[in-house]
């Protein structure tokens, strides 16, 4: 905000002098040299007190003499030479002021009005050629009080058009889908980054302060449309989650029956081949005693057989000695299990 200081006492204390002259103009006459004096004093002291000015808390006083800038002033009382040689702008640097683009809540004037979009400014083209319909509000605030006044003409009608100029860049460079959903971060951060770029290269004194979407949409016509895809594709990433987890919970227990399986016949297979290799040994070391000595070997074999065959066998011990109509029959086999 801008307030221009320009007092008009002088003016005022030269028309109520003139007023009383045209009143009284024989007096005046009369005592003209003294009263000449006085006007002259009276009208001096009142010019000179024009240059008395105050800056509030949050503001900064630009002077301009003769209609250049000269100095700035700070808070509080301040004077200055009068007008014409010097004049002051006062210019609020600490409050926040918001700039709406696509929609509007307030009037030219600073008043609250009903919410109405702006289509013309509102749609934009994104990376992906789809139109979305794109809101969004800046905050910004005066950082430079002589550049803001001198650096460009109409500072805020050129920080609303370059915001436009940032924003559509920015969404050009993203995908519907993505702004509309993880990228207004990206966007918002983009749109800052150019569009404060821009003010300070156009010396507006400008800072914007944030930048901040409010809504990201289609346009009207095709929203259901739109929307029905977006829940489409979010089924379809639904039950491509839901498979991956199924394939992750069902893929580790097979890989472990599998190696479960491998390694029991990678056991059963080493003790095949032991035992193979075990019993080639000792025939390989029996063939070489059979080679030494045949008769003995092929003996003991024989009766080593005989114990492991007649081992796994009942065994009924035949006296031909005995007769007379008895049975020739010793069952050891019980007389074994009586004697325990």
Same mark, same amino acid.
């Given at each position: 905000?801008?307030?221009?200081?320009?007092?008009?006492?002088?003016?005022?204390?030269?028309?109520?002098?003139?007023?009383?002259?045209?009143?009284?103009?024989?007096?005046?006459?009369?005592?003209?040299?003294?009263?000449?004096?006085?006007?002259?004093?009276?009208?001096?002291?009142?010019?000179?007190?024009?240059?008395?000015?105050?800056?509030?808390?949050?503001?900064?006083?630009?002077?301009?003499?003769?209609?250049?800038?000269?100095?700035?002033?700070?808070?509080?009382?301040?004077?200055?030479?009068?007008?014409?040689?010097?004049?002051?702008?006062?210019?609020?640097?600490?409050?926040?002021?918001?700039?709406?683009?696509?929609?509007?809540?307030?009037?030219?004037?600073?008043?609250?009005?009903?919410?109405?979009?702006?289509?013309?400014?509102?749609?934009?083209?994104?990376?992906?050629?789809?139109?979305?319909?794109?809101?969004?509000?800046?905050?910004?605030?005066?950082?430079?009080?002589?550049?803001?006044?001198?650096?460009?003409?109409?500072?805020?009608?050129?920080?609303?058009?370059?915001?436009?100029?940032?924003?559509?860049?920015?969404?050009?460079?993203?995908?519907?889908?993505?702004?509309?959903?993880?990228?207004?971060?990206?966007?918002?951060?983009?749109?800052?980054?150019?569009?404060?770029?821009?003010?300070?290269?156009?010396?507006?004194?400008?800072?914007?302060?944030?930048?901040?979407?409010?809504?990201?949409?289609?346009?009207?016509?095709?929203?259901?449309?739109?929307?029905?895809?977006?829940?489409?594709?979010?089924? &379809?990433?639904?039950?491509?989650?839901? #498979?991956?987890?199924?394939?992750?919970? /069902?893929? $580790? =227990?097979?890989? %472990?029956?599998? @190696?479960?399986?491998?390694?029991?016949?990678?056991?059963?297979?080493?003790?095949?081949?032991?035992?193979?290799?075990?019993?080639?040994?000792?025939?390989?070391?029996?063939?070489?005693?059979?080679?030494?000595?045949?008769?003995?070997?092929?003996?003991?074999?024989?009766? &080593?057989?005989?114990?492991?065959?007649? #081992?796994?066998?009942?065994?009924?011990? /035949?006296? $031909? =000695?005995?007769? %007379?109509?008895? @049975?020739?029959?010793?069952?050891?086999?019980?007389?074994?299990?009586?004697?325990?």
């Amino acid at each position: 905000m801008i307030v221009n200081r320009e007092e008009n006492r002088f003016d005022d204390v030269w028309s109520t002098l003139r007023r009383k002259i045209e009143q009284n103009p024989g007096g005046w006459e009369k005592k003209s040299g003294s009263w000449l004096l006085v006007t002259v004093a009276i009208l001096v002291l009142a010019w000179l007190s024009t240059g008395i000015y105050t800056v509030g808390p949050g503001e900064v006083g630009v002077i301009r003499q003769f209609g250049a800038f000269t100095a700035e002033a700070g808070p509080g009382l301040n004077y200055r030479f009068p007008w014409p040689i010097q004049s002051v702008d006062v210019v609020n640097v600490a409050s926040i002021r918001r700039l709406e683009i696509g929609f509007r809540t307030m009037d030219e004037l600073g008043r609250s009005v009903e919410h109405r979009r702006v289509p013309e400014e509102s749609m934009m083209l994104t990376k992906d050629k789809n139109i979305a319909d794109v809101q969004v509000f800046v905050l910004y605030q005066v950082k430079d009080a002589p550049l803001y006044l001198f650096g460009s003409t109409e500072p805020e009608r050129f920080l609303r058009i370059n915001t436009e100029i940032a924003l559509r860049s920015a969404v050009g460079g993203f995908d519907i889908d993505h702004i509309m959903t993880v990228g207004r971060p990206e966007v918002e951060s983009t749109t800052w980054y150019f569009l404060q770029r821009l003010m300070d290269d156009h010396n507006t004194g400008l800072h914007i302060v944030g930048v901040e979407l409010q809504t990201v949409d289609p346009p009207e016509e095709v929203k259901e449309t739109f929307y029905e895809v977006v829940r489409a594709k979010a089924d &379809e990433e639904r039950l491509k989650r839901e #498979a991956e987890g199924y394939a992750m919970d /069902v893929v $580790p =227990r097979a890989r %472990g029956e599998a @190696t479960k399986i491998i390694q029991a016949a990678t056991a059963y297979k080493e003790q095949k081949i032991l035992i193979a290799e075990g019993e080639s040994s000792g025939f390989l070391a029996v063939a070489k005693e059979y080679r030494q000595a045949p008769v003995v070997t092929k003996r003991r074999l024989y009766f &080593e057989t005989i114990e492991a065959v007649l #081992a796994k066998t009942e065994n009924i011990i /035949v006296n $031909p =000695r005995v007769g %007379g109509g008895v @049975t020739p029959l010793l069952p050891l086999k019980d007389f074994g299990l009586g004697a325990n």
